[in-house]
């Protein structure tokens, strides 16, 4: 993909460390962990959740190909063993859900992931079928959270998904969109559903949620998802072949993609992130922007405008 190469250019002129493991040095599980990941509650429950997780979108739409399949169950062991636990999957991405089912079952890491799929049909009109059928995929009994996907609908109601909580098909319900120009409609749907979650695409150079839905997050309880925060590689592609400001060693950051997360993660809003990778020495360099110390306020600005300027 586009996207992964962009960032391996990226990671190699920038000499990140963390981001020059091998897959062939990767299986010792080797790298030290000298902080630990940071964690962030979801606050309808105040269950903990590491800041960084998994997004399988187009890289765990495999298939049958074994090798492809190995880097994945690769991918989900470093985030188990470097601290994580969210994994963010989808009925629409493909294989991918089934690819997550397969790995948890081989590998027995079911009891120390955090589960979050999605429902293409929502509100009064969803089969249940279609949720049966990723509990089916993912191989589990209960799926930890539901969220109805890409909602455009101002009227949406989650009454269902309420519904299938209360039944124990799932522990929590949310909502997700990417594309701004419905960041409005997800902001009406918070005040008045006031879902466990919301994911939402947000980047360091597309700040769009900050107007309305993460206030309104905030405002409602709401735990806040992040999907594509190198903007689909447009931040990598952005980065190639720039050095990382020396300051930024003052909030612990060693690599491109760490400075990006931390970006997203020094808003105290955001629960976790959830960047989607297929290599291992990705998931850990991710994972690492979730480690240390986090931007402040006026550390977050600086970031900003140096990106502006690359």
């Known amino acids: 993909m586009a996207t992964m190469i962009s960032r391996r250019n990226a990671t190699a002129l920038c000499a990140s460390a963390a981001a020059q493991l091998t897959v062939s ?7 030290a962990i000298e902080k630990p990941l940071l964690k962030r509650p979801i606050p309808h429950s105040g269950e903990m959740l590491p800041v960084v997780g998994l997004g399988t979108s187009g890289v765990f739409d495999v298939g049958a190909d074994s090798n492809k399949r190995a880097s994945c169950t690769n991918v989900v062991r470093a985030l188990v063993d470097q601290g994580g636990s969210i994994i963010d999957t989808a009925p629409s991405y493909g294989a991918a ?57 101002p009227n949406l109601d989650l009454g269902l998904l309420r519904e299938w909580k209360a039944q124990g098909l799932c522990r929590y319900i949310g909502v997700t969109r990417t594309y701004e120009g419905d960041y409005d409609v997800v902001k009406s749907i918070l005040k008045r559903e006031k879902p466990d979650f919301v994911e939402i695409g947000y980047a360091i150079d597309d700040r769009k949620a900050e107007d309305g839905v993460l206030p309104a997050a905030s405002e409602v309880g709401a735990a806040v998802l992040v999907a594509v925060p190198f903007g689909r590689g447009r931040l990598f592609r ?26 997203i993660l020094g808003n105290p809003v955001i629960t ?11 998931m850990i360099d991710n994972l690492a922007g979730g480690r240390g110390r986090l931007p402040d306020a006026k550390e977050r600005a600086r970031m900003a405008k140096y990106v502006e300027s690359l």
Not at 108 to 125: D, H, N, Q, T, W
């Open 25 to 31: 040095e990767y299986p010792a599980w080797a790298q």
């Open 97 to 153: 859900e089934g690819v997550v089912g397969d790995i948890l079952a081989a590998t027995g890491l079911r009891p120390k992931i955090f589960v979050a799929s999605k429902l293409e049909r929502y509100g009064r009109g969803a089969n249940v079928a279609e949720l049966r059928a990723s509990l089916q995929n993912l191989k589990i009994g209960k799926i930890d959270l539901t969220q109805a996907h890409d909602v455009s609908d």
């Open 238 to 263: 952005k980065a190639l072949g720039k050095k990382l400001p020396d300051w930024v060693a003052e909030f612990d950051c060693s690599s491109w993609a760490q400075f990006f997360l931390k970006f």
């Open 272 to 282: 976790a992130a959830i960047p989607a990778t297929d290599k291992p020495e990705h």
